[in-house]
Nanobody, 124 residues
Framework: QVQLVESGGGLVQPGGSLRLSCAAS????????MGWFRQAPGKERDFVAG????????TYADSVKGRFTISRDNAKNTVYLQMNSLKPEDTAVYYC?????????????????WGQGTQVTVSS
């Protein structure tokens, strides 16, 4: 498994922006597909975005398309989630996850490593 540590969460007003980071250690980062998920209170953990090993391919949940951008820096062993035009319904704990499979998946059970999560609250 890989160790993942998220950062960058916080309180932001509607329409604002945040950038989440996830630092990885413990195995070769460039061999992992990376994903971001989120979980609101009382709800299931939902896929937000995923990125391929090289960073050349990304995929997003419909709810965040055009507002969120996932990226990675393999030299820094870090994956990012830039979140713009935030809405109250984006409020959740955000998790990054690593997957040794070859393709991006939106299924939480396919990821073998998870961070501890970072809280994002969108409120005026």
């Amino acid at each position: 498994q890989v160790q993942l540590v998220e950062s960058g969460g916080g309180l932001v007003q509607p329409g604002g922006s945040l950038r989440l980071s996830c630092a990885a250690s413990g195995r070769t980062f460039s061999r992992d597909v990376m994903g971001w998920f989120r979980q609101a209170p009382g709800k299931e953990r939902d896929f937000v975005a995923g990125i391929s090993r090289s960073g050349s391919s990304t995929t997003y949940a419909d709810s965040v398309k055009g507002r969120f951008t996932i990226s990675r820096d393999n030299a820094k062993n870090t994956v990012y989630l830039q979140m713009n035009s935030l809405k109250p319904e984006d409020t959740a704990v955000y998790y990054c996850a690593a997957d040794r499979n070859l393709v991006i998946t939106n299924i939480p059970g396919e990821y073998d490593s998870w961070g501890q999560g970072t809280q994002v609250t969108v409120s005026s």
